[in-house]
C-alpha cells in the first residue's frame, strides 16, 4: 500500500519541494499540501492542498482523517532571525506544532513523523569544526532552543510510546523555487537572486563567517532516504547530523564571479552576525553516511551552476 502523506508547511522553501518530490515518488492523489493560509499559488495549484492551522491540534486531526494520512512531514516553523524578533511567537509554533504531530502518533493516528531539526540546536559553546553528533548543546536563539527542546521530545516519544519520528539537523538549504523565509543562512539564497538582478549583494553576514549549508536537491533526497530506511538501522532519534559543504560570504561571491565577472559584494554585518556566530563551521555527519546511505551530490561549484542558470531562466520568462 501507497503512503498517504500530509505535508503541514507545504508553502515553504522546504515544503514546496518536499511536496513536488513526494508527489513525483507516491503519486500526486496520495500526498496532501497544507498551510496556514494560501501563500505559494504554485503549490496550492499543484494538487491537493487543505488549509491548516499547525497549533490547533483539530484543525490537523481533521484533515488526517479526511484523507486517510498515515505519514506527516510537519514543515511548519519560525526560523531563527525572525524568531529573535518574535520569541513566544517562535516558542508556540515550533513546541505546538511538534506536540500535536507527535501526539497524534502516539495516539495512533498516522504511524510514521518527520521533523526538521537544524545546525541552530548548536551554541557558542559547541566545537565549530566537524561538530559531532553527541556533543556540548547549548544554544543562544529561541529558534534553537525549540529545535533542541523538540529533539529531546522526539526521541522521549519514540523510546516510551514506540513513535516511529525521524529527524534532520539540516544545514543553511540553498534553493531556487521558494525563497526561504527569516533565517541567518537566507544571504546564500538572496545572493543569487541579486547577482542575476543587480550584480551586486550587501550581505548581512562578515566576509569569513563559515557556515554549514546544502543544495535543496540534496536536502530533499536525505529527508527521503531517511524515511524509506528500515526502523532497525535508525541509531539516532533525536535528529541526525547531515552535511553537504560549508563557505563563507566571501568564497561564495568568488564563486559566482566565475559565472558573472562584474559581480560585486559588500559587507554589511547586522543581529545575524551574532546568531551564525554561535553555529558551528562544519558538521560530522557520519552517522548519517553510514546508518542510512548518506551521500550528498553538491559542492559549492556545481551548486553555483545550476543556481544561476535555474534563475536566469526564470527571471527571463518572468520578463516576457
Ligand atoms: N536556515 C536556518 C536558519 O537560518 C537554520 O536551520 O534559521
Not at 507527535?102 to 551554541?123: D, E, M, R
Request: charge should be negative; include cysteine; aromatic fraction near 12%.
Amino acid at each position: 500500500m501507497s503512503s498517504r502523506i500530509l505535508i503541514i508547511g507545504a508553502c515553504g522553501q522546504i515544503g514546496s519541494e518536499l511536496t513536488y518530490k513526494l508527489r513525483e515518488i507516491h503519486g500526486s492523489e496520495n500526498v496532501i499540501a497544507s498551510d496556514i493560509s494560501y501563500n505559494n499559488l504554485e503549490v496550492v495549484n499543484s494538487g491537493i492542498f487543505e488549509i491548516v492551522d499547525a497549533q490547533d491540534y483539530s484543525s490537523i486531526l481533521i484533515c488526517v482523517e479526511k484523507h486517510k494520512i498515515d505519514t506527516i512531514y510537519l514543515m511548519a516553523a519560525m526560523l531563527s532571525a525572525t524568531g529573535e524578533k518574535y520569541p513566544m511567537k517562535a516558542w508556540d509554533l515550533n513546541m505546538n506544532s511538534l506536540f500535536h504531530v507527535l501526539n497524534l502518533a502516539k495516539a495512533k493516528y498516522i504511524s510514521k513523523v518527520f521533523w526538521p531539526s537544524s545546525i541552530a540546536v548548536f551554541g557558542p559553546t559547541t566545537p565549530k569544526d566537524n561538530t559531532p553528533q553527541h556533543t556540548v548543546m547549548e544554544p543562544t536563539t529561541v529558534y534553537g532552543i525549540t529545535k533542541q527542546v523538540g529533539e529531546r521530545w522526539c526521541e522521549y516519544y519514540y523510546d516510551k510510546y514506540g513513535v516511529d519520528v525521524r529527524s534532520i539537523r539540516y544545514p543553511g538549504i540553498i534553493s531556487w523555487k521558494t525563497m526561504p523565509g527569516g533565517g541567518t543562512t537566507d544571504y546564500a539564497v538572496e545572493i543569487y537572486h541579486k547577482a542575476i538582478t543587480d550584480g551586486q549583494y550587501e550581505s548581512f553576514l562578515s566576509e569569513n563567517t563559515e557556515l554549514p549549508m546544502m543544495f535543496m536537491d540534496d536536502a530533499i533526497d536525505a529527508t527521503i532516504k531517511l524515511m524509506d530506511a528500515p526502523a532497525n538501522s535508525l541509531s539516532i532519534r533525536s535528529s541526525y547530523n547531515l552535511a553537504a559543504m560549508s563557505f563563507t560570504p566571501k568564497e561564495i561571491a568568488k564563486e559566482i564571479q566565475k559565472h558573472i565577472k562584474d559581480f560585486i559584494i559588500t559587507y554589511n554585518p547586522d543581529f545575524r552576525q551574532q546568531i551564525a556566530d554561535s553555529w558551528p563551521k562544519s558538521i560530522d555527519d557520519s552517522y548519517a553516511r553510514k546508518d542510512w546511505g548518506w551521500d550528498h551530490q553538491f559542492d559549492l561549484e556545481k551548486m553555483s551552476s545550476e543556481m544561476l542558470l535555474q534563475l536566469e531562466k526564470k527571471y527571463t520568462t518572468s520578463k516576457k
